[in-house]
C-alpha cells in the first residue's frame, strides 16, 4: 500500500508561481513512479507530468511543458511540482499518483491517489 498526502495548493496570480507537494509513506515505495494530474471542473482528469522515483526521469504534457517542473526528495519521499507563468487554465483540482509502471501518463496506469488539493490561478 502507500499512502499519498499532497499540500501547497491555493490561490495564484497569472504569471506567478505555486510549489505542490506530495508527500509518499508505505512498503517498497522506490519501486513506484510518481505522477500528477489535474481535473478542471467539468473536464475529465488529465495527466500533468510524471517523475521516476529511482532514475529520477520525467516526463510532461505539452500543456506545461517548459512552465512546470516535477521533482522527488527521496529522503523526505516527497515530490514536488513547482508551477510558473501560471495561467488562468491551469486552475483544477491537483492529484499526486503512484504506479508501478515506467512512464506512466494515463490515470488508469495509477493504482494510488491522494486527495487532490486545488489550485486556482485569477487573470
Known amino acids: 500500500q502507500v499512502q499519498l498526502v499532497e499540500s501547497g495548493g491555493g490561490l495564484g496570480q497569472a504569471g506567478g508561481s505555486l510549489r505542490l507537494s506530495c508527500a509518499a509513506s508505505?512498503?517498497?515505495?522506490?519501486?513506484?513512479?510518481l505522477g500528477w494530474f489535474r481535473q478542471a471542473p467539468g473536464k475529465e482528469r488529465e495527466f500533468v507530468s510524471t517523475i521516476s522515483w529511482s532514475e529520477g526521469y520525467t516526463y510532461y504534457a505539452d500543456s506545461v511543458k517548459g512552465r512546470f517542473t516535477i521533482s522527488r526528495d527521496n529522503a523526505k519521499n516527497t515530490v514536488y511540482l513547482q508551477m510558473n507563468s501560471l495561467k488562468p487554465e491551469d486552475t483544477a483540482d491537483y492529484y499526486c499518483a503512484a504506479s508501478r509502471l515506467a512512464r506512466a501518463t494515463i490515470a488508469g496506469a495509477y493504482p494510488y491517489w491522494g486527495q487532490g488539493t486545488q489550485v486556482t490561478v485569477s487573470s
Open positions: 508505505g512498503r517498497a515505495f522506490s519501486i513506484y513512479t
